[in-house]
């Protein structure tokens, strides 16, 4: 059972910028593939963004290609999701996910999620 805890999120003004952490604990977890999605009031959640065991690929969602960077410390057990230029759009709640092996763009693919963290960016 691998548990997922997100932080970073906040209010920031368009423009501005925030870097979620995303920290895994009861699993190996440089063999999960981690992605990160997000969910705005009344939305889907869609995908943002995710990265392969050992960083080789990573795929970022059109939306946010350009400002949004995945990246992963297996050392620390931990997923990062860099956000610049940030967005009133970009408002949303952002999870973390982790996922055996290979990554994927799926969130039905994914085997463990974190609680989220608010983004909220004001315009």
């Known amino acids: 059972q691998v548990h997922l805890v997100e932080s970073g999120g906040g209010l920031v003004q368009a423009g501005g910028s925030l870097r979620l952490s995303c920290v895994a604990s009861?699993?190996?977890?440089?063999?999960?593939?981690m992605g990160w999605f997000r969910q705005a009031p009344g939305k889907e959640r869609k995908f943002v963004a995710a990265i392969s065991v050992r960083s080789s690929v990573t795929s970022v969602a059109d939306s946010v290609k350009g400002r949004f960077t995945i990246s992963r410390d297996n050392a620390k057990n931990t997923a990062y999701l860099q956000m610049n230029s940030l967005q009133p759009e970009d408002t949303a709640v952002y999870y973390c996910a982790a996922k055996r092996a290979a990554w994927s763009s799926s969130g039905d693919d994914y085997d463990y999620w974190g609680q989220g963290t608010q983004v909220t960016v004001s315009s």
């Open positions: 009861g699993g190996i977890f440089s063999t999960y593939g």
